[in-house]
């Protein structure tokens, strides 16, 4: 098995059901899986290796898209913000959302409530795992870090805490309006909107990654 970073693991211990339950999976989707999901994706990977020094401790991050460009290498401009930000675009290829995918994650972080919408209607008791990413760092700041497992206690013991924490919380704190919960597609936008995208999922992540590691970003 491949961790967040690629490297190879170690055999998994695995639930009745055959699923890992040394692991924690993060699955981004957005549309065409070419230039949210993959700056989205590649920029978490980015943010949990600054934080910890090291990829993997259990995680795994991948996306998808609903209409998925099977195959299709990421967007140029994604790549050019990935790279503006240190993060590495190499080897991506577009994947269209599946069934297993939903099965096997963790935590489903949308780009729109649409998406949400999409991945929720597809069945296999997402609707407890499945945000829209800004909807996930809206309820992880109302989270007390102190009441999630040490990191001492692993990474992977820690982020199904946290997800647990958020999903109680969901009905209580909404977004004020319905677009603060959306990262619009800059698919065949400017270079400079795709930079203004790239901000808005950077800074979506920070809180999310910095509750994950219990380590804050790098001033």
Request: contains cysteine.
């Amino acid at each position: 098995m491949r961790g967040i970073g690629g490297a190879d693991r170690p055999a998994e211990q695995t639930t009745t059901f055959g699923f890992p339950c040394d692991t924690f999976r993060i699955l981004h989707v957005s549309t065409g899986n070419v230039c949210r999901s993959p700056i989205t994706e590649r920029l978490t990977r980015h943010f949990v290796s600054e934080r910890l020094g090291v990829l993997g401790g259990g995680l795994i991050v991948e996306s998808a898209g609903t209409w998925g460009h099977e195959g299709a290498r990421m967007e140029e401009n994604a790549e050019t913000v990935l790279s503006e930000f240190g993060a590495d675009a190499a080897g991506f290829t577009g994947r269209e959302l599946l069934d297993e995918h939903v099965i096997m994650a963790d935590l489903v972080l949308t780009a729109t409530r649409d998406h949400r919408a999409q991945v929720i209607s597809m069945g296999h008791s997402a609707g407890l795992r499945t945000f829209t990413l800004k909807e996930f760092t809206r309820l992880v700041r109302a989270i007390d870090p102190a009441t999630l497992p040490p990191l001492e206690d692993g990474v992977v013991l820690r982020a199904r805490a946290l997800v647990r924490a958020a999903a109680a919380l969901r009905g209580w704190l909404l977004a004020p309006t319905a677009e603060a919960d959306e990262v619009y597609d800059p698919y065949g936008a400017p270079l400079p909107f795709f930079r203004s995208i790239g901000d808005e999922i950077r800074d979506a992540l920070d809180p999310v990654v910095t509750a994950l590691t219990g380590v804050p970003a790098r001033m």
